[in-house]
């Protein structure tokens, strides 16, 4: 454990001060002030019939997470990481030092799954913050009479989970491949055809379609944390961990 | 001194390309041993094999008198290396590129400020390694390769690229490294006379072929260095040159070339010609090239 924690250390020196820190921040914040602008100008027809404005807000915000933003951040962050090693040509380095390919490999994944609840916690405190600002300039709206707060924190719990079979597959595409264009134009075309595939009744088998599975039928909420698409996400995540390791094992360095 | 790298009989092929044939090879403590060869000979493939980047067959590689293939960690927890460019995270400072190092290996933090003032990067320390020159990169890449006070220390090429003031500081870094720090050094390169300035041993490759493996003494019978004269009248310096049973020949560009014997003979040539009347205008060795030395090698 003391040594996966050192690697993880030194694996956050090295994305910490790249691109990764900045997009897992600015995307929430991003969505946070449109939500925040939305609401604001369109305050009279919430005032009008009486809804309650933090279960709207959730609805717009998981569904524009599952249908885009979250399958195209996981793209993205994956890329990040790999993209690090690629560009210094570090990787004949890393394979050279005296520590095992498993824990490189493990603890470059575990970093992807560190940005991506970093991710997730931002969309949280800056929805909860563009929440709060519209009860005080708005409070006709009505923020602050309501409370759905079990939701949203099941929703963003389950949209974590159901990143878990993009994450691998695109880790094992941007270690693969040391370009921006096809490991992020697969993960673009996948998370496009989910979304035309979205009203297909096996839909969960494909993974870019998982996050937006966190709604229910009819956009509503979905209390069940294991879901069949959460589960195969998880599944996923697993087969494509391993073949991930495998082809870190066979990398050689020509 | 005992052998501290052992390859022995190892061939190695990128598909049907066969890039090392029947190489053996072996390295002793504490020497700087110069692995010569030019671009594509298979000195990189084989310091790849010998840092575990390609896999080999058992019993092949032996570094510290341990299996590269079965004991890969605890080989490569002596072994520092710098292969190619040097792997530089240009988005972090030289600080922050050692530290991370240092916090995977489980380092103390004052070896980042040691190794930083041994390669002479000490101030520029807090610089983003992007901003870095050439040589100011490869000498990071060799305070990485020196992070974890290796006993071993493997270089593809550190000279690469580099101005000649910068060639003159890693080789005087290398002497230091060997002479006062005790490291073994295995050094790679295409350039005969930067190996034979610092070696003790020298292996030449060829074709994924060991050629030559023997001492810098050994090699220098083989290094049949030439004097380039230029007079006012070359024919009278053949003429002079024949009578003492010393061969020369006149080049292309109007001097004429005789074996370099040794600077004894050099003066009493210089001697003789003046007291010729020959006006001498300049007298100079010519250094043999890779390609002269592989076939003086070849055809002895």
Same mark, same amino acid.
């Given at each position: 454990?003391?040594?996966?924690?050192?690697?993880?250390?030194?694996?956050?020196?090295?994305?910490?001060?790249?691109?990764?820190?900045?997009?897992?921040?600015?995307i929430?914040?991003?969505?946070?002030?449109? $939500?925040?602008?939305?609401?604001?100008?369109?305050?009279?027809?919430?005032?009008?019939?009486g809804?309650?404005?933090?279960?709207?807000?959730?609805m717009?915000?998981?569904?524009?997470?599952?249908?885009?933003?979250?399958?195209?951040?996981?793209?993205?962050?994956?890329?990040?990481?790999?993209?690090?090693?690629? $560009?210094?040509?570090?990787?004949k380095?890393?394979?050279?030092?005296?520590?095992?390919?498993?824990?490189?490999?493990?603890?470059?994944?575990?970093?992807?799954?560190?940005?991506?609840?970093?991710?997730?916690i931002?969309?949280?405190?800056?929805?909860?913050?563009?929440?709060?600002?519209?009860?005080l300039?708005?409070?006709?709206?009505?923020? $602050?009479?309501?409370?759905?707060?079990?939701?949203?924190?099941? +929703?963003?719990?389950?949209?974590?989970?159901?990143?878990?079979?993009?994450?691998?597959?695109?880790?094992?595409?941007?270690?693969?491949?040391?370009?921006?264009i096809r490991?992020?134009?697969?993960?673009?075309?996948l998370?496009?055809?989910?979304?035309?595939?979205?009203?297909?009744?096996?839909?969960?088998?494909?993974p870019?379609?998982?996050?937006?599975?966190?709604?229910?039928?009819?956009?509503?909420f979905?209390?069940?944390?294991f879901?069949?698409?959460?589960?195969?996400?998880?599944?996923?995540?697993?087969?494509?961990?391993?073949?991930?390791?495998n082809?870190?094992?066979?990398?050689?360095?020509k | 001194?005992?052998?501290i790298?052992?390859?022995?009989?190892?061939?190695?092929?990128?598909?049907?390309?066969?890039?090392?044939?029947?190489?053996?090879?072996?390295?002793?403590?504490?020497?700087?041993?110069?692995?010569?060869?030019p671009?594509?000979?298979g000195?990189?493939?084989?310091?790849?094999?010998l840092?575990?980047?390609?896999?080999?067959?058992?019993?092949?590689? +032996?570094?510290?008198h341990?299996?590269?293939?079965?004991?890969?960690?605890?080989?490569?927890?002596?072994?520092?290396?710098?292969?190619?460019?040097?792997?530089i995270?240009?988005?972090?400072?030289?600080?922050?590129?050692?530290?991370?190092?240092?916090?995977?290996l489980?380092?103390?933090?004052?070896m980042?400020?040691?190794?930083?003032?041994i390669?002479?990067?000490?101030?520029?320390?807090?610089?983003?390694?992007?901003?870095?020159?050439?040589?100011?990169?490869?000498?990071?890449?060799?305070?990485?390769?020196?992070?974890?006070?290796p006993?071993?220390?493997i270089?593809?090429?550190?000279?690469?690229?580099?101005?000649?003031?910068?060639?003159?500081?890693?080789?005087?870094?290398?002497?230091?490294?060997?002479?006062?720090?005790?490291?073994?050094?295995?050094?790679?390169?295409?350039?005969?006379?930067?190996?034979?300035?610092?070696?003790?041993?020298?292996?030449?490759?060829?074709?994924?072929?060991?050629?030559?493996?023997?001492?810098?003494?050994?090699?220098?019978?083989?290094n049949?260095?030439?004097?380039?004269?230029?007079?006012?009248?070359?024919?009278?310096?053949?003429?002079?040159? +024949?009578?003492?049973?010393?061969?020369?020949?006149?080049?292309?560009?109007?001097?004429?070339?005789?074996?370099?014997?040794?600077?004894?003979?050099?003066?009493?040539?210089i001697?003789?010609?003046?007291?010729?009347?020959?006006?001498?205008? +300049?007298?100079?060795?010519?250094?043999?090239?890779?390609?002269?030395?592989?076939i003086?090698?070849?055809?002895?």
């Amino acid at each position: 454990m003391k040594i996966f924690l050192r690697l993880f250390k030194a694996e956050f020196i090295k994305t910490n001060k790249t691109y990764g820190f900045l997009i897992s921040v600015l995307i929430p914040i991003f969505i946070a002030i449109l $939500q925040f602008f939305i609401f604001y100008i369109k305050h009279e027809h919430f005032a009008k019939y009486g809804i309650n404005p933090w279960k709207v807000m959730g609805m717009n915000l998981f569904s524009i997470l599952g249908i885009i933003v979250m399958p195209m951040y996981i793209v993205l962050i994956t890329y990040l990481i790999n993209f690090t090693e690629h $560009q210094s040509n570090s990787w004949k380095y890393l394979f050279a030092l005296p520590i095992s390919k498993i824990k490189i490999y493990t603890v470059k994944i575990s970093m992807t799954l560190f940005w991506v609840l970093v991710f997730c916690i931002s969309i949280i405190i800056f929805m909860y913050l563009s929440g709060f600002l519209l009860s005080l300039f708005r409070p006709d709206i009505g923020f $602050q009479d309501y409370n759905i707060n079990y939701i949203i924190f099941l +929703s963003i719990f389950k949209l974590f989970l159901s990143s878990f079979g993009i994450i691998s597959i695109q880790f094992l595409f941007s270690i693969y491949w040391k370009d921006f264009i096809r490991p992020v134009g697969i993960g673009l075309t996948l998370t496009i055809a989910a979304f035309i595939l979205s009203s297909w009744e096996y839909i969960y088998v494909l993974p870019y379609a998982h996050p937006y599975s966190i709604m229910g039928n009819y956009n509503e909420f979905n209390t069940r944390i294991f879901t069949t698409p959460i589960m195969f996400s998880l599944v996923y995540g697993i087969i494509f961990f391993i073949a991930g390791f495998n082809l870190i094992l066979k990398k050689e360095i020509k | 001194m005992s052998e501290i790298i052992n390859i022995t009989n190892l061939n190695f092929h990128y598909g049907n390309f066969k890039v090392l044939d029947d190489l053996n090879l072996s390295v002793k403590e504490n020497s700087i041993f110069g692995f010569l060869g030019p671009n594509g000979a298979g000195k990189t493939t084989t310091i790849k094999i010998l840092l575990g980047l390609l896999s080999t067959p058992k019993n092949k590689v +032996s570094l510290f008198h341990k299996n590269l293939k079965t004991d890969r960690i605890e080989i490569l927890s002596k072994v520092g290396s710098l292969v190619e460019n040097p792997s530089i995270y240009n988005h972090l400072t030289a600080i922050e590129n050692l530290k991370i190092l240092t916090t995977m290996l489980h380092l103390k933090s004052s070896m980042i400020d040691e190794v930083l003032k041994i390669v002479g990067l000490d101030y520029i320390a807090n610089k983003k390694a992007g901003k870095f020159s050439t040589g100011m990169k490869q000498r990071l890449g060799i305070a990485k390769a020196l992070i974890s006070d290796p006993q071993l220390i493997i270089l593809d090429e550190p000279t690469i690229g580099l101005d000649p003031k910068g060639i003159i500081e890693i080789r005087e870094l290398l002497l230091t490294l060997n002479k006062e720090y005790g490291k073994t050094i295995f050094l790679s390169s295409h350039n005969l006379s930067e190996v034979d300035k610092i070696c003790d041993e020298i292996g030449i490759i060829d074709n994924g072929h060991i050629l030559f493996r023997g001492t810098k003494d050994d090699l220098n019978s083989y290094n049949k260095t030439s004097l380039i004269i230029k007079a006012d009248n070359i024919k009278e310096v053949c003429y002079v040159l +024949s009578n003492t049973k010393i061969e020369c020949k006149i080049t292309e560009d109007n001097s004429v070339k005789t074996p370099f014997i040794s600077d004894i003979i050099t003066s009493f040539l210089i001697r003789t010609l003046v007291e010729n009347d020959i006006q001498i205008y +300049s007298v100079e060795k010519e250094e043999i090239t890779l390609e002269e030395l592989f076939i003086n090698i070849i055809s002895s």
